[in-house]
């Protein structure tokens, strides 16, 4: 039976609890801050560490958002599930994480709309240990496998349920396993925790340096993604409760601001000048490795921040076939709400 496994709970269980107090023992003045002048907007970003959210972290680091006069504070969680949990809860007033989720929670009636789009594909890759490389050799030979997925009900978990289906496996044809991201994610696919699993960047980088990981399945391209997925497939988004974005609607939209100049920056310049922009400790003491990981996901990233149509279509199709939330509730589901374009399109570009 597909089952979830817990890889290294006590050190995500600790970076919740760090990052949830974080969120409470904030001085704004509302729960998530209200974007008045001289509040802080909190926003919880699914691994603040991964190259597919670099945008988020970058645009502190260039000083976009007080450019805009905005207080933005980032927070990190490990997994995007859990940083969705946290904007329903009323602690944050955005997330940075997959655009998907916005349509898993209408099928619970939560209003949650992407205000940004970073990307157009996911920025994942399937990786297989490269002990079991031989035996895993695409999605087919998922079956009786353990499959890492960063937390059940993440974005991770949503592809790797569509792949496996996609060829033929069942989801209850593997064994689904809490294995996180960075550290956590290579430590069980090193110790057989794991067989493969789907990760990001640095993460990717780092097991492929090292020859402990094969990438099976690139999604960090367009090209690798339309032939996974069939189509585009929008990912690293800013979301946030629809009823916030109306009622703070100027300042969504000098968050949108920031962020679209640091998405046109980010088309200028090349890894290194990137990499040299981002905190230290981000490398994990290899600089030319974490160049490499922006330099291999980097293409993921659009120059607007506009969500292409064809794309949210194409979510909603993967979701429809296998998501348990959203199966058989693709014709009801509202997709002009999941998502706008209204602020990216009237940030200036670059």
């Given at each position: 039976?597909?089952?979830?496994t817990?890889?290294a709970a ?11 107090s974080a969120c409470?023992?904030s001085?704004?003045s509302?729960?998530?801050g209200?974007?008045?002048?001289n ?10 560490d ?7 972290k970058?645009?502190e680091q260039?000083?976009?958002f ?5 207080n933005?504070q ?16 009323g602690?944050?007033?955005?997330v940075?994480g ?8 209408q ?13 157009d594909v ?6 297989v240990?490269?002990?079991k ?8 030979a ?6 890492g997925v ?20 069942p ?5 689904t396993?809490?294995?996180?991201a ?17 990760t ?5 980088a ?15 391209t ?11 497939y929008?990912?690293?988004?800013l ?7 109306k009622?703070?609607a ?15 920056w980010i088309?200028a ?17 290899n ?11 980097i293409?993921?990233f659009?120059?607007d921040?506009?969500m ?6 194409n979510?909603?199709?993967v ?5 348990p939330?959203v199966?058989g509730k693709?014709d ?10 209204e602020?990216?399109?009237?940030a200036?570009?670059?």
């Amino acid at each position: 039976m597909r089952t979830a496994t817990r890889i290294a709970a006590a050190a995500i269980a600790a970076t919740t609890a760090l990052s949830l107090s974080a969120c409470r023992d904030s001085h704004a003045s509302s729960s998530g801050g209200s974007g008045g002048k001289n509040d802080t907007i909190k926003i919880m970003v699914g691994g603040i560490d991964k190259v597919i959210y670099l945008p988020a972290k970058l645009t502190e680091q260039l000083g976009y958002f007080k450019e805009q006069g905005v207080n933005v504070q980032l927070l990190t969680e490990p997994a995007g599930a859990q940083a969705e949990n946290v904007l329903i809860s009323g602690d944050v007033s955005g997330v940075v994480g997959f655009y998907d989720h916005t349509i898993d929670l209408q099928t619970k009636d939560k209003c949650i709309e992407s205000v940004l789009q970073f990307a157009d594909v996911p920025g994942e890759a399937e990786m297989v240990s490269t002990a079991k490389a031989g035996q895993i050799t695409s999605p087919a030979a998922f079956k009786g496998k353990k499959l890492g997925v960063t937390s059940p009900g993440s974005s991770t978990d949503f592809l790797t349920q569509y792949l496996a289906t996609k060829n033929g496996v069942p989801t209850s044809g593997y064994t689904t396993v809490k294995a996180g991201a960075g550290q956590t994610f290579i430590a069980a696919l090193n110790n057989g925790g794991i067989d493969g699993g789907m990760t990001t960047d640095p993460t990717i980088a780092q097991l492929t340096n090292t020859g402990k990981g094969k990438v099976l399945i690139d999604m960090r391209t367009e090209e690798g993604t339309r032939a996974a997925l069939g189509g585009l497939y929008p990912s690293s988004s800013l979301y946030m409760n629809c009823d916030y974005v109306k009622s703070h609607a100027e300042a969504v939209q000098k968050l949108v601001n920031a962020l679209v100049k640091t998405l046109g920056w980010i088309k200028a310049h090349k890894p290194a000048e990137i990499a040299a922009k981002m905190p230290a400790d981000y490398a994990g003491g290899n600089p030319k490795l974490y160049e490499k990981a922006i330099a291999d996901s980097i293409g993921m990233f659009n120059a607007d921040g506009v969500m292409p149509a064809d794309g949210a279509k194409n979510v909603l199709n993967v979701l429809a076939q296998f998501s348990p939330n959203v199966k058989g509730k693709k014709d009801s589901i509202d997709l002009s709400t999941t998502y706008t374009t209204e602020f990216a399109s009237k940030a200036p570009k670059q």
